[in-house]
């Protein structure tokens, strides 16, 4: 490496025009940067305070912003952990277990991240759904999943749900088992080597899977506007309201997209952090 | 069955399972159940309608379009974000997760603003005579943004570690910067670039949220794939028809993710090399 970098040194003090090159492909970048993510970001909070504050402040306290913002939080605090623990269940069979179909399995978790989120609230309508599998038996027992609660959460568990076990499961990995082994020797029992030994050596890798979880199941809208109904002040989670209020009302629609738009700025420094001073102990290659 | 050494694999597989089998698998056999049900005739009754036919082309085509564009940004934002040290570059390596971050209605909403023709690009093209929002352009353009991580990252970690002895033997041998980078560097990336464009692809494919804002929805025009499943579902009921549509966008992310598969194991053969 260095005596590459010396010799690109080198190049760049023999030529002048590999000098105009770096700095031409350098501004390249930051133009696209700054043209395609930068602006979109920027549009929001300016279309958002474009009436004043005042306004601004009153869109976000309507009673129905109000009960999405609650709904959203319901749905992340039941979809997110349900997540956690399928990250962990799943990381500690996939990592410390030799099984069939052990290769299916880990594709099969990978999966909800190729499938259009459209398709996935489709899929659950079929199973849940009035006309769907379980449609009849679940109307004579009285549960309602679609067009409910129930159906928020499971459309949002799918499309989230690779999220904390692909974190898990390279590094858990590369751990090996040994000191696992080593702590059953030891006459640990499964629940004591789990938090005295596997949690401690995965907690950041586990809170890096639960950020973006939590960030794609508070911003979901493809999968969740499908079985959702958008009923309302009922079924309109934040994201739903947010497409609601763009027919009818564009500058409010704005003030309610900031709160999503500062959660993604909160998540992606909280992200940066994570990786800035726990890196090692994340997975290599974020 | 073979012996485990660790406790816990009935409770985690069990769990893994139950999860999987009610919120994947369950209603994946209920999709493909439901679709093949309808038969080939049926399934291409829903099918071979104009405005379906429409949508699926746009979808596919505008999504591999994008997939192009967003690979070629990759490559350059990649490259510059290893191999140069300049101001900020901590600040635009952090915004390069900003798609994945955002929320899908936000970024519609975004874009659209941004390119509605009082936005502040959407102004000034115009007059140009080029109209973004509500167009096949505007498709496009939020496909763009929704796949452009997925080069960078991919691509990045391979950049890094990346082996500059090759690189050196070009140099001494008396290779110019761009027959390196053209001879040397780009066939190392390929298989990389190839993992990128096909994540990229994937999920410009099924983009919902930030496509149809800024597409306007006109039909026959800019009507993607998804947002037909939609209207099937909510304004006609009809629940057929949109699955034997969700059953092609399930078969194609199958596909793509299969080749994901080949792909990321053809790139990991040559890293020995690199």
């Known amino acids: ?71 959203t939080l319901t749905v992340a605090a039941i979809a997110v952990p349900l997540n956690l623990v399928f990250g962990l269940a799943a990381a500690w069979a996939m990592t410390h277990f030799q099984f069939p179909g052990k290769a299916l399995l880990g594709a099969l978790i990978d999966l909800p991240f190729s499938v259009s989120p459209v398709v996935a609230g489709m899929m ?42 692909r974190e898990l499961i390279p590094l858990m990995q590369a751990q090996g088992s040994e000191q696992e082994e080593a702590a059953l020797t ?21 809170l890096y899977g639960v950020l973006l979880c939590n960030a794609r199941a508070m911003g979901e809208f493809g999968a969740v506007y499908v079985v959702s109904g958008h009923l309302r002040g009922i079924t309109n989670t934040l994201p739903l309201q947010v497409d ?20 993604t700025v909160l998540t992606l420094a909280i992200k940066r952090l994570l990786e800035w001073r726990h890196g090692d102990h994340l997975n290599a290659g974020h | 069955m073979t012996h485990h050494v ?67 940004l990759g490559l350059l ?65 939020a496909m763009v943004f929704v796949g452009f991580p997925f080069v960078v990252r991919t691509l990045q970690p391979v950049l890094e570690s990346l082996d500059t002895d090759l690189e050196e033997a070009a140099y001494t041998l008396g290779a110019s910067p761009r ?7 780009l066939p190392l990336l390929l298989p990389t670039l ?15 949220g930030s496509v149809i804002f800024i597409s306007g929805n006109r039909l026959f025009q800019t009507e993607i794939a998804p947002y037909l499943i939609v209207q099937k579902i909510e304004s006609q009921y009809d629940y057929r028809g949109a699955a034997a549509l969700s059953a092609v966008m399930l078969i194609a992310s199958l596909l793509l993710l299969i080749a994901v598969g080949v792909l990321q194991r053809w790139a990991r053969r040559w890293a020995v090399i690199r």
């Open chain 2, 194 to 208: 190839l993992t990128g464009f096909a994540l990229a692809l994937a999920r410009a494919v099924g983009e919902y």
């Open chain 1, 124 to 165: 659950l309508i079929l199973v849940y759904g009035k006309y769907g599998w379980l449609g009849a038996w679940l109307e004579s027992h009285g549960i309602q999943i679609i067009f409910a609660l129930p159906s928020l959460v499971l459309a949002t568990v799918f499309v989230t749900l690779p999220f904390v076990a």
């Open chain 1, 186 to 206: 030891l006459g640990a029992s499964g629940w004591q080597i789990f938090f005295r030994v596997t949690l401690p050596r995965v907690r950041w890798a586990l």
């Open chain 1, 244 to 263: 609601q209020l763009y027919e009818e009302n564009f500058s409010a629609a704005f003030a309610v997209a900031s709160l999503l738009a500062l959660l």
């Open chain 2, 6 to 72: 660790l406790p816990g694999f009935r409770l985690s597989a069990g769990y893994t399972l139950t999860v999987l089998g009610s919120c994947v698998l369950l209603p994946l056999a209920a999709l493909l159940w439901t679709a093949f049900e309808l038969g080939p005739s049926g399934w291409w009754a829903q099918i071979g309608t104009r405005r379906v036919l429409a949508a699926l082309r746009l979808s596919f085509g505008a999504s591999l379009l994008a997939a192009i564009i967003d690979t070629l």
């Open chain 2, 77 to 141: 934002v990649a490259w510059v974000l290893v191999r140069y040290r300049f101001a900020f570059r901590r600040v635009c390596d952090a915004l390069v997760d900003l798609p994945f971050a955002l929320p899908t209605a936000v970024a519609g909403l975004a874009l659209t603003a941004l390119y509605a023709s009082n936005g502040w690009i959407g102004s000034r093209l115009l007059p140009l005579g080029i109209e973004v929002a509500y167009t096949r352009l505007g498709v496009l353009l």
């Open chain 2, 179 to 185: 027959q390196r980078f053209l001879k040397v560097i």
């Open chain 1, 1 to 71: 490496m260095a005596a590459l970098s010396a010799a690109i040194a080198m190049d760049v003090r023999v030529s002048s025009s590999a000098r105009l090159g770096r700095g031409v492909l350098i501004l390249a970048a930051i133009s696209v940067l700054v043209g395609l993510l930068v602006l979109p970001l920027m549009a929001i909070f300016a279309e958002a305070f474009r009436r004043g504050l005042a306004f601004y402040l009153n869109a976000v306290r309507e009673p129905e912003t109000i009960a999405a913002i609650r709904l």
